[in-house]
């Protein structure tokens, strides 16, 4: 409950990143400018105006990866693999041409006299089937285009293709601003009666020059006879030209109905989520070719469309780690140095000089920031100055600078060794001893210190 919420935002459109804050129901209550996240957030990163079709997003992090969490529920890749399949890997565009009319050579006034009224009836049913087919290729093209151009959104795609079924000017054809689907279904239905009407009408002209040819066979000269049999041809390859053009015709508005429908139900948007424990994170985000765009490409390598890092830092937490010092101590008027005069009297010199230290620290902080923190340090030191010996132990606060904490500068509290008199001799006192260092002792005293000591390694 505990967990702060951020977005990072991406606009592939703008190419603009903007952070947020969020609440615990994900509803962003500040924005933020150049953010410094608490460790252990959720870091919720989201792409918008990501077209599916025309690219893929492949992810790469530092410590961890990524696991995405979904684009509102919907399953690109699956419908990636249905798309493949429906069209056997590849969308074909061409479709076989109908004559925009009746070749005169073969249906002609000679042959049915004035029955060619009819062939001009089957001419301007098979220049409308031309148009139609015509306008279902370019839309195909069209949507095709849209769909793998990475720098159009959503609404722009759907807009530019209703804009372009809008430029059908059939009476049966309904508007495809207000419903696509019956938009697609009406031209289905003219595809089917106007392929119908011209059947029909090329069987009764082949008909008819059946039942001339029964008639008039005996009649009819060798060349004549030729003729019509090549006219009778030419109707035949009519109604297999026919067939072929209305089946591609209709299997194209499938095609485009299909694509329509996975657009439609397609999202732009594609969210991560990302818990960021680390001090620093580069996340790389390369924005790649998709399979549906390099299925339609002569290049069948993949392209790197661009890439985009995003840095994270991370605030709070607990840091620890060792690093070695060189210090220096001093206990002030709490260390002497005693000797024997010519006298016999015992004598005394302040140590108030610093000693240099070998030492060894851990040093403890929260993260502040990535090249300043405040935090304490303790650990132990050796005097490396000859005739003092014994370890200190040294507590206080500390400055870590650099990256990586590299650096430390601290200083505080000294405990360590000092030397005293025992068998109650005081300082001024008159001795026989030649020694004094046999009457003085070790003890456990408070001094202070300050070193820079050089991270050695994490400890956590």
Same mark, same amino acid.
């Given at each position: *409950?505990?967990?702060?919420?951020?977005?990072?935002?991406?606009?592939?459109?703008?190419?603009?990143?903007?952070?947020?804050?969020?609440?615990? %129901?994900?509803?962003?209550?500040?924005?933020?400018?150049?953010?410094?996240?608490?460790?252990?957030?959720?870091?919720?990163?989201?792409?918008?105006?990501?077209?599916?079709?025309?690219?893929?997003?492949?992810?790469?992090?530092?410590?961890?990866?990524?696991?995405?969490?979904?684009?509102?529920?919907?399953?690109?890749?699956?419908?990636?693999?249905?798309?493949? %399949? *429906?069209?056997? +890997?590849?969308?074909?565009?061409?479709?076989?041409?109908?004559?925009?009319?009746?070749?005169?050579?073969?249906?002609?006034?000679?042959?049915? +006299?004035?029955?060619?009224?009819?062939?001009?009836?089957?001419?301007?049913?098979?220049?409308?089937?031309?148009?139609?087919?015509?306008?279902?290729?370019?839309?195909?093209?069209?949507?095709?285009?849209?769909?793998?151009?990475?720098?159009?959104?959503?609404?722009?795609?759907?807009?530019?293709?209703?804009?372009?079924?809008?430029?059908?000017?059939?009476?049966?054809?309904?508007?495809?601003?207000?419903?696509?689907?019956?938009?697609?279904?009406?031209?289905?239905?003219?595809?089917?009666?106007?392929?119908?009407?011209?059947?029909?009408?090329?069987?009764?002209?082949?008909?008819?020059?059946?039942?001339?040819?029964?008639?008039?066979? %005996?009649?009819?000269?060798?060349?004549?006879?030729?003729?019509?049999?090549?006219?009778?041809?030419?109707? #035949?390859?009519?109604?297999?030209?026919?067939?072929?053009?209305?089946?591609?015709?209709?299997?194209?508005?499938?095609?485009?109905?299909?694509?329509?429908?996975?657009?439609?139900?397609?999202?732009?948007?594609?969210?991560?989520?990302? #818990?960021?424990?680390?001090?620093?994170?580069?996340?790389?985000?390369?924005?790649?070719? %998709? #399979?549906?765009?390099?299925?339609?490409?002569?290049?069948?390598?993949?392209?790197?469309?661009?890439?985009?890092?995003?840095?994270?830092?991370?605030?709070?937490?607990?840091?620890?780690?060792?690093?070695?010092?060189?210090?220096?101590?001093?206990?002030?008027?709490?260390?002497?140095?005693?000797?024997?005069?010519?006298?016999?009297?015992?004598?005394?010199?302040?140590?108030?000089?610093?000693?240099?230290?070998?030492?060894?620290?851990?040093?403890?902080?929260?993260?502040?920031?990535?090249?300043?923190?405040?935090?304490?340090?303790? +650990?132990?030191?050796?005097?490396?100055?000859?005739?003092?010996? +014994?370890?200190?132990?040294?507590?206080?606060?500390?400055?870590?600078?650099?990256?990586?904490?590299?650096?430390?500068?601290?200083?505080?509290?000294?405990?360590?060794?000092?030397?005293?008199?025992?068998?109650?001799?005081?300082?001024?006192?008159?001795?026989?001893?030649?020694?004094?260092?046999?009457?003085?002792?070790?003890?456990?005293?408070?001094?202070?210190?300050?070193?820079?000591?050089?991270?050695?390694?994490?400890?956590?």
């Amino acid at each position: *409950m505990a967990q702060e919420k951020y977005r990072i935002q991406y606009d592939y459109k703008t190419d603009n990143f903007e952070y947020f804050k969020l609440d615990k %129901s994900y509803e962003v209550i500040d924005t933020l400018n150049n953010p410094r996240f608490k460790r252990n957030s959720l870091i919720e990163i989201k792409l918008l105006n990501v077209n599916p079709f025309a690219i893929n997003i492949k992810t790469d992090i530092q410590e961890e990866e990524i696991h995405a969490t979904g684009s509102g529920g919907y399953n690109f890749s699956n419908l990636l693999g249905g798309i493949s %399949s *429906m069209t056997d +890997g590849n969308l074909k565009l061409n479709v076989t041409k109908l004559p925009d009319n009746i070749d005169d050579q073969y249906v002609n006034k000679e042959i049915f +006299g004035e029955t060619t009224s009819r062939s001009t009836a089957i001419e301007n049913k098979f220049s409308q089937l031309n148009a139609l087919s015509s306008n279902v290729d370019a839309l195909k093209r069209t949507l095709l285009a849209n769909l793998t151009n990475p720098n159009l959104d959503k609404a722009t795609i759907l807009n530019n293709i209703r804009k372009v079924a809008a430029i059908q000017t059939d009476i049966r054809i309904a508007d495809p601003n207000e419903n696509f689907h019956v938009y697609i279904s009406s031209l289905k239905k003219i595809v089917n009666e106007d392929s119908n009407s011209i059947v029909f009408n090329v069987n009764e002209l082949k008909n008819e020059l059946a039942i001339k040819s029964d008639n008039e066979k %005996s009649t009819l000269s060798l060349g004549e006879l030729r003729g019509q049999n090549t006219t009778y041809s030419y109707l #035949e390859s009519l109604l297999v030209k026919l067939e072929e053009s209305s089946n591609w015709t209709t299997e194209n508005l499938n095609k485009i109905e299909a694509l329509y429908t996975s657009l439609e139900a397609s999202s732009f948007e594609q969210t991560y989520d990302y #818990e960021i424990t680390a001090d620093k994170v580069n996340l790389e985000l390369k924005f790649v070719q %998709s #399979e549906f765009a390099n299925e339609l490409d002569d290049d069948v390598s993949t392209t790197t469309i661009k890439t985009r890092h995003v840095k994270l830092f991370s605030k709070g937490g607990f840091k620890i780690n060792t690093s070695i010092a060189l210090t220096l101590n001093n206990f002030k008027s709490k260390s002497y140095d005693y000797f024997i005069d010519e006298n016999g009297i015992i004598g005394s010199e302040k140590n108030d000089y610093f000693t240099p230290n070998l030492s060894t620290l851990i040093n403890f902080y929260p993260v502040i920031s990535e090249n300043f923190n405040l935090g304490g340090s303790f +650990g132990v030191s050796i005097p490396i100055a000859e005739g003092i010996s +014994g370890i200190n132990y040294l507590f206080g606060p500390s400055l870590i600078l650099g990256n990586k904490s590299r650096l430390a500068l601290s200083g505080g509290l000294a405990f360590g060794p000092v030397r005293k008199l025992t068998n109650g001799l005081q300082v001024g006192d008159s001795t026989t001893l030649n020694d004094v260092n046999s009457f003085t002792k070790n003890v456990y005293d408070f001094g202070f210190y300050f070193g820079v000591s050089f991270n050695v390694f994490n400890l956590k």
